[in-house]
Protein backbone atom coordinates (compact mmCIF):
# COMPACT_ATOMS: atom_id res chain seq x y z
CA UNK A 1 0.00 0.00 0.00
CA UNK A 2 1.40 3.46 -0.99
CA UNK A 3 -0.17 6.52 0.45
CA UNK A 4 0.44 9.93 -1.55
CA UNK A 5 0.37 13.50 -0.25
CA UNK A 6 0.62 16.37 -2.30
CA UNK A 7 1.36 20.15 -1.73
CA UNK A 8 2.49 23.35 -3.15
CA UNK A 9 -0.63 24.52 -5.05
CA UNK A 10 -2.06 27.81 -5.06
CA UNK A 11 -3.15 30.38 -6.55
CA UNK A 12 -0.77 33.07 -9.61
CA UNK A 13 -0.66 34.99 -11.94
CA UNK A 14 -0.31 34.48 -15.75
CA UNK A 15 3.45 33.51 -16.33
CA UNK A 16 4.71 32.89 -12.70
CA UNK A 17 5.42 29.50 -11.30
CA UNK A 18 4.38 26.93 -8.51
CA UNK A 19 6.86 23.89 -7.41
CA UNK A 20 4.31 21.12 -6.54
CA UNK A 21 5.75 18.22 -4.39
CA UNK A 22 4.13 14.68 -3.44
CA UNK A 23 5.64 12.48 -0.20
CA UNK A 24 5.19 8.63 -1.03
CA UNK A 25 4.69 6.57 2.04
CA UNK A 26 6.85 2.86 1.75
CA UNK A 27 9.49 1.15 1.04
CA UNK A 28 9.81 0.43 -2.68
CA UNK A 29 9.44 3.67 -4.16
CA UNK A 30 11.60 3.57 -6.83
CA UNK A 31 9.70 0.36 -8.27
CA UNK A 32 7.39 2.71 -8.93
CA UNK A 33 6.62 4.79 -11.73
CA UNK A 34 5.29 8.19 -11.03
CA UNK A 35 2.84 10.63 -12.28
CA UNK A 36 0.76 14.06 -12.28
CA UNK A 37 -2.31 14.15 -13.78
CA UNK A 38 -4.79 17.04 -13.57
CA UNK A 39 -8.60 18.37 -13.92
CA UNK A 40 -10.20 21.15 -14.55
CA UNK A 41 -13.81 21.41 -13.74
CA UNK A 42 -16.02 19.49 -16.61
CA UNK A 43 -12.99 17.68 -18.06
CA UNK A 44 -11.72 14.52 -17.98
CA UNK A 45 -8.25 14.22 -16.36
CA UNK A 46 -5.55 14.21 -18.20
CA UNK A 47 -1.80 13.11 -18.43
CA UNK A 48 0.87 15.83 -17.31
CA UNK A 49 3.74 14.70 -16.68
CA UNK A 50 5.06 10.89 -16.09
CA UNK A 51 8.60 9.68 -14.27
CA UNK A 52 10.21 6.28 -14.63
CA UNK A 53 11.08 4.53 -11.06
CA UNK A 54 14.58 5.10 -11.48
CA UNK A 55 13.75 8.71 -12.78
CA UNK A 56 16.09 8.39 -16.00
CA UNK A 57 13.46 8.73 -18.18
CA UNK A 58 10.47 11.39 -18.18
CA UNK A 59 7.32 11.73 -20.40
CA UNK A 60 5.14 15.24 -20.60
CA UNK A 61 1.74 16.03 -22.40
CA UNK A 62 2.12 18.46 -25.35
CA UNK A 63 0.56 21.31 -23.40
CA UNK A 64 3.31 21.47 -20.84
CA UNK A 65 6.05 20.48 -22.69
CA UNK A 66 9.23 22.92 -22.22
CA UNK A 67 7.14 24.54 -19.30
CA UNK A 68 6.81 22.10 -16.68
CA UNK A 69 9.81 19.54 -15.16
CA UNK A 70 9.29 16.09 -13.64
CA UNK A 71 11.56 15.13 -10.67
CA UNK A 72 11.72 12.07 -8.24
CA UNK A 73 14.40 11.89 -5.08
CA UNK A 74 14.15 7.98 -4.16
CA UNK A 75 16.37 8.64 -1.35
CA UNK A 76 13.28 10.55 0.41
CA UNK A 77 10.09 9.25 -1.40
CA UNK A 78 9.41 12.49 -3.35
CA UNK A 79 8.14 13.35 -7.11
CA UNK A 80 7.88 17.00 -7.62
CA UNK A 81 6.29 19.00 -10.54
CA UNK A 82 8.43 22.40 -11.38
CA UNK A 83 5.51 24.28 -13.77
CA UNK A 84 6.91 28.03 -14.76
CA UNK A 85 5.66 30.41 -17.21
CA UNK A 86 2.04 28.99 -16.31
CA UNK A 87 -1.18 29.54 -18.38
CA UNK A 88 -4.66 29.94 -17.27
CA UNK A 89 -5.79 26.95 -18.86
CA UNK A 90 -3.44 25.07 -16.51
CA UNK A 91 -5.97 25.41 -13.62
CA UNK A 92 -7.15 22.36 -12.10
CA UNK A 93 -6.86 19.93 -9.35
CA UNK A 94 -3.31 18.59 -9.51
CA UNK A 95 -2.94 14.91 -8.25
CA UNK A 96 0.24 12.64 -7.95
CA UNK A 97 -0.38 9.13 -8.80
CA UNK A 98 1.98 6.03 -8.24
CA UNK A 99 1.79 2.79 -10.88
CA UNK A 100 3.18 -0.65 -10.06
CA UNK A 101 6.08 -0.71 -12.77
CA UNK A 102 9.41 0.80 -13.34
CA UNK A 103 8.80 2.33 -16.50
CA UNK A 104 6.90 5.33 -17.39
CA UNK A 105 3.02 4.89 -17.47
CA UNK A 106 0.73 7.59 -19.08
CA UNK A 107 -2.81 6.31 -18.61
CA UNK A 108 -4.97 7.41 -15.51
CA UNK A 109 -5.84 3.73 -15.59
CA UNK A 110 -2.52 2.05 -15.52
CA UNK A 111 -2.12 3.92 -11.72
CA UNK A 112 -3.12 2.32 -8.43
CA UNK A 113 -2.54 4.67 -6.17
CA UNK A 114 -3.59 8.42 -5.84
CA UNK A 115 -2.96 11.43 -3.84
CA UNK A 116 -6.07 13.32 -2.74
CA UNK A 117 -5.38 16.27 -5.33
CA UNK A 118 -3.76 19.82 -4.69
CA UNK A 119 -5.42 22.91 -6.72
CA UNK A 120 -3.78 25.07 -8.82
CA UNK A 121 -5.35 28.57 -9.75
CA UNK A 122 -3.81 30.70 -12.62
CA UNK A 123 -5.13 34.65 -13.05
CA UNK A 124 -5.04 35.87 -16.03
Known amino acids: QVQLVESGGGLVQAGGSLRLSCAAS????????MGWFRQAPGVEREFVAG????????YYADSVKGRFTISRDNAQNTVNLQMNSLKPEDTAIYYC?????????????????WGQGTQVTVSS
Open 97 to 113: AAGRRSWILIKANQYDY
Open 26 to 33: GRTFSGYS
Open 51 to 58: ISGSGDNT
